[in-house]
């Protein structure tokens, strides 16, 4: 089990994001903050705006919407990274139409590997509808996989729910109590 290693989950909207940047802020800065979100539109545009305004001074950005596994091997002990989020890079994967078992396969190996502190979001797709077409249901799937894989390496799990952290897995971090 990785000491190193958190995972945040949550749904949209659940302040995941903000409960996992308060874990990185426990450490001393700077901290490393990987996007794996992409601007497609204007709203998009404005949300990460604020979220890099919101953020504030102490973080280097990387925009990274697939390859977390460079991301990965190019941190070293001394980092503090947060990687926000793997549900974006999921269905980047997905709709690049790369192997979802194999890339899921190998960022998961990538995780167990890191010396660096990590905290990573991650959406709870799977509580919802079973969604009607064929692509959502692989897509749910896949995260939910994916999640399972990553609860199991990380040694904090902690579920998020109108802003409020549970902890699934390990103690709750000191900076939450
Ligand atoms: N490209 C890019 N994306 C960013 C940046 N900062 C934040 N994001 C993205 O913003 C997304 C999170 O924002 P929202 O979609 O507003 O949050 P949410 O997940 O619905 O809400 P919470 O659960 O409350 O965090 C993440 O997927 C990030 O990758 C940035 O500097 N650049």
């Known amino acids: 089990m990785l000491t190193n290693v958190k995972l945040v989950l949550g749904g949209a909207r659940s302040g995941k994001s903000a409960i996992a940047e308060r874990l990185v802020r426990a450490h001393p800065g700077p901290w490393w903050y990987v996007a794996t979100a992409q601007a497609f539109d204007d709203e998009m545009r404005a949300r990460i705006a604020q979220h890099v305004n919101d953020r504030g001074d102490g973080w280097v950005t990387t925009e990274?919407?697939?390859?977390?596994?460079?991301?990965?091997?190019?941190?070293?002990?001394?980092?503090?990274?947060?990687?926000?989020?793997?549900?974006?890079?999921?269905?980047?994967?997905?709709?690049?139409?790369?192997?979802?078992?194999?890339?899921?396969?190998?960022?998961?190996?990538?995780?167990?590997?890191?010396?660096?502190?990590?905290?990573i979001v991650s959406n709870e797709v799977g509580m919802g509808l079973v969604p009607d077409n064929s692509l959502g249901r692989q897509f749910r799937d896949a995260q939910g996989r994916l999640n399972q894989a990553v609860a199991a390496q990380a040694g904090t799990v902690l579920f998020v729910a109108a802003g409020l952290p549970l902890v699934l897995k390990g103690e709750m971090p000191k900076v939450l109590q």
Do not use: F, H
Request: charged share 25%; proline share 2%.
């Open 64 to 119: 990274e919407p697939l390859d977390l596994v460079g991301v990965l091997e190019a941190v070293s002990k001394t980092n503090i990274v947060l990687i926000d989020c793997l549900t974006l890079w999921l269905s980047n994967v997905l709709l690049g139409e790369y192997d979802l078992g194999s890339e899921t396969d190998r960022l998961v190996s990538a995780i167990s590997r890191t010396k660096a502190e990590l905290v």
